[in-house]
Structure formats: C-alpha cells, structure tokens
C-alpha cells in the first residue's frame, strides 16, 4: 500500500480546475516545468536559509503544490489530448531533479549528514529508474512502495514541518535516514520483483 493508491481521488479534486487550465491554454509540459523549477526554487532558497529553521515550513507547503502540479500534468496529458514523447522524458527526468533539490535542504540539518542525504537522492533515483525499466521492457510502469515518490514527499514534508515548528532534531534521529534508506532498497526490490512477475 503507497500512497500512490490514492491518487484517483485527488485527481477527481482537481478534474474540473484541469478543464479550465485547458480552456487557458496551459500545456502538460509547460507545468511539469514549473513544477520542477519552483522545486529547484525552495530547494535553493532553503538551503541558503537553513540557518533560520523556520524557512523549512515551505517545504511542505511547497510538496502540495508540487503535488497538485504533477497531478494536474498528468491530467492535462491523458484527458486533454496532450500526451507527447517528449512530455513523458520530461515528467520522468523533472521528479527526479525536483526531489534532489527538495531533499538537499535537509544535508545541513544536524543529526543528518551529506552523506545520508546522498544516499536517500542515489536510491530515490535508482527506485525510478527501476519503475522505468519494468515499464521499457514489457511491464507497467511500477509505482510500488512502500517508499514511492508520494511517500516520500509526505515523509519529508512532515520532517520540514517538524523542524519548521520544533527547532533542533534530537541526535537519535540520526538513525531516521538510513532507516528511509533501508525502505527505499525494498521499494527497489517490490518494483523489480512485481515487474518480472508479470513478465514470467
């Protein structure tokens, strides 16, 4: 279960907010891009910030918003007639820009380490690219979790509040990053294993 599965009723939310960005003459592509340059945004902004831990309030308000953007996207592609190749390249290589730049923030953030944080963007990236590759060779693009992209946006929204709000993070959640890690390796495995199954 991911919180991926819940996507349909937040699309229906938006249903009638996508007719009318459509009317507009928004495009698919046109919002993936904002939603991958106002990540690199905040990414930036609270990285340079991050000595005042109330800019990390953004964050979460800023994953909605990304949320929102990556839902409306998609909409606009599938339900407006404006699915394209190069939308597809574009939705794929931007998630994975814009969750970089939303987890950077966190690498200056004690008990957290550069490192940790690396970690987390290498196995959120190789966990994409898994979901890709059982797409590319006859499977349906995996979304499986349990630390998907929506999963992990909700996890490090809720982190940002906390820091946002609480100040300084006890030094035994130093252990909390590589616990993430561990769920980003067996999200990796589920999307491998549930790609195959259906190939064999």
Known sequence: ??????????????????????????????????????????????????????????LPVWMFLRMALNAIDGMLARECQQKSDLGAFLNEISDLISDAALFIPFAFISPFTPAQVALIIFLALLSEFAGVLGQALGASRRYDGPMGKSDRALFFGALALWIGMGGNLPAVLYWLLPAVAVLLGLTIFNRVRRALSELN
């Open 1 to 58: 279960m991911t919180l991926y599965d819940i996507k349909p009723r937040f699309q229906s939310l938006l249903r009638p907010l996508v007719k009318r960005l459509d009317t507009a003459g928004l495009t698919a592509n046109q919002t993936t891009l904002a939603a991958m340059f106002g990540s690199i945004a905040v990414g930036v902004l609270i990285s340079i910030y991050s000595d005042n831990l109330k800019v990390f309030l953004l």
